[in-house]
């Protein structure tokens, strides 16, 4: 099984909403990832997960907070985000250390914070 | 990790050889070329990488240069359903990713 789910596909929440991402993967892959994609742009890299810890926080607001809950999981959670926050969001995992070998990507949540 | 150039669009017709360059003139020794490709509201999906040796696998080939200072992802016999977001990132094995603009990729019948 070669694939990461990611939960709900579609987001519209409002900015005084408390929402989460859900993102699942059984490959055994020990690092975890979550991705930011503006319309036509390429993806931008927001937080890496090795071994269940936190090793990269790319400067993103606190507005987003993720957790690890176990080796197979990611959330991300949303709290009074922005308009501007809107976008699709992707997960991916990787096996071993993070940033070895390829990632693999789940199909993203399209959020839209109104 | 080291920066990558790619033209921001390219065609080919279905059936034919879709060659795509990547220039990456100040790749280290240790950086690895990965090319990754994203259809349309999908997410981005490995293709191939390499580190010096040309690479070979049921997707696509990956040529890379003698001096590592560029590279070309050939995909053997376009279809439509290649027409997508081709990006070439040059990575540490143990670095992260980050994507630079790619390659949009229109495979036209």
């Known amino acids: 099984d070669t694939e990461v789910t990611q939960t709900p596909k579609h987001l519209v929440m409002g900015m005084t909403n408390k929402k989460s991402l859900k993102c699942e993967q059984h490959?055994?892959?020990?690092?975890m990832y979550w991705y930011k994609q503006k319309a036509k742009k390429p993806p931008e890299l927001m937080f890496v997960y090795s071994y269940e810890k936190l090793s990269i926080n790319e400067s993103v607001p606190s507005r987003f907070s993720p957790e690890c809950p176990n080796s197979s999981l990611l959330n991300l959670h949303l709290h009074a985000l922005q308009p501007e926050d809107s976008a699709l969001y992707l997960c991916a995992s990787s096996g071993g250390l993070a940033g070895a070998g390829e990632q693999y990507f789940g199909p993203g949540t399209r959020l839209t914070v109104t | 990790d080291a920066k990558t150039t790619q033209p921001p669009s390219m065609d080919c017709a279905e059936g034919r050889a879709a060659n795509l360059p990547c220039n990456h003139s100040?790749?280290?020794?240790?950086?690895?070329v990965y090319w990754y490709r994203q259809i349309h509201s999908q997410g981005p999906q490995y293709i191939i990488h390499?580190?010096?040796n040309n690479e070979t696998n049921e997707m696509a080939s990956l040529i890379i240069t003698e001096d590592r200072k560029s590279s070309t992802l050939i995909l053997p016999h376009a279809t439509l359903r290649d027409t997508a977001v081709y990006y070439c990132?040059?990575?540490?094995?143990?670095?992260?990713?980050?994507f630079g603009a790619g390659t949009r990729l229109t495979v036209k019948p």
């Open positions: 390499g580190l010096k």
């Open positions: 100040t790749i280290s020794g240790n950086e690895y």
């Open positions: 490959m055994g892959h020990r690092a």
């Open positions: 990132i040059v990575r540490v094995v143990n670095n992260d990713m980050r």
